[in-house]
């Protein structure tokens, strides 16, 4: 009888340990939603693995229009990557923070509304999640404005692309709001919109000053870490 028992026994243990091998085997992910119906795009979600490896996608308000450039505001979809010492700090953000299971939002003070944040955790050590406007824990705020940081980049390089294509004489100031966004940390992880500077650095169609300003984005870019 013990002898009939023992192999099933073994072949449990070993779907168990299986199970458990795969569960943690899952890799840490942290996401980002931002949402604000005022603002071009009014919502979009940020994932990101510990790997660095992430997406990005993005959805306009429902009053959607053109703007001064009669760009109209369309959703984003497009795979990221997303760089040292941001990624790092992410992580180890979350951790400290008990993967975000925290009280992030503050109560007692009144401050303008500039958007839904979210901050989700999930990994094989734990999960957890918070969602503010505003917090009085500076490195949670921190962490939204990278991240919105990011999203700005994306954003402006889908506005490149479309300028590119159909008003090259535009570049120019986009680009250089770009670069000013760039020195102040309001754009970061440009090398996640290299193709479009690359594209537009390499057209000789295309002024000099703002290809000249691409080269200088694609520059710094590659000597970040």
Same mark, same amino acid.
């Given at each position: 009888m013990i002898k009939k028992v023992l192999p099933g026994l073994a072949f449990l243990c070993l779907g168990s340990a299986l199970i458990a091998a795969g569960q943690s085997s899952t890799p840490a992910r942290i996401r980002f939603v931002f *949402?604000?119906?005022?603002? %071009? &795009?009014?919502?979009?979600?940020?994932? #990101? $693995? /510990?790997?660095?490896? @992430?997406?990005?996608?993005?959805?306009?308000?429902?009053?959607?229009?053109?703007?001064? *450039?009669?760009?109209?505001? %369309? &959703?984003?979809?497009?795979?990221?990557? #997303? $760089? /040292?010492?941001?990624? @790092?700090?992410?992580?180890?953000?979350?951790?400290?923070?008990?993967?975000?299971?925290?009280?992030?939002?503050?109560?007692?003070?009144?401050?303008?509304?500039?958007?839904?944040?979210?901050?989700?955790?999930?990994?094989?050590?734990?999960?957890?999640?918070?969602?503010?406007?505003?917090?009085?824990?500076?490195q949670l705020m921190k962490l939204a404005d990278d991240l919105i940081a990011v999203a700005f980049t994306l954003e402006i390089g889908r506005r490149l692309a479309v300028e590119h294509e159909h008003n090259r004489l535009s570049l120019d100031a986009e680009l250089e709001e770009l670069q000013d966004a760039a020195m102040a940390g309001r754009a970061q992880q440009i090398q996640n919109i290299a193709p479009q500077l690359e594209a537009i650095a390499g057209d000789e169609k295309v002024l000099e000053r703002a290809r000249s300003r691409a080269r200088q984005l694609l520059g710094k870019n590659s000597n970040s870490t």
């Open positions: *949402e604000n119906p005022k603002l %071009q &795009p009014s919502n979009y979600v940020l994932d #990101i $693995n /510990e790997d660095g490896t @992430g997406h990005f996608r993005s959805a306009p308000g429902s009053a959607a229009a053109p703007d001064a *450039e009669g760009i109209t505001p %369309q &959703p984003l979809e497009t795979d990221i990557k #997303i $760089n /040292e010492p941001l990624r @790092g700090i992410l992580f180890k953000t979350a951790r400290s923070h008990n993967f975000f299971n925290v009280a992030c939002e503050s109560t007692k003070a009144k401050v303008a509304f500039t958007g839904k944040k979210a901050l989700q955790y999930t990994g094989p050590d734990g999960e957890g999640s918070c969602t503010f406007n505003w917090s009085r824990d500076q």
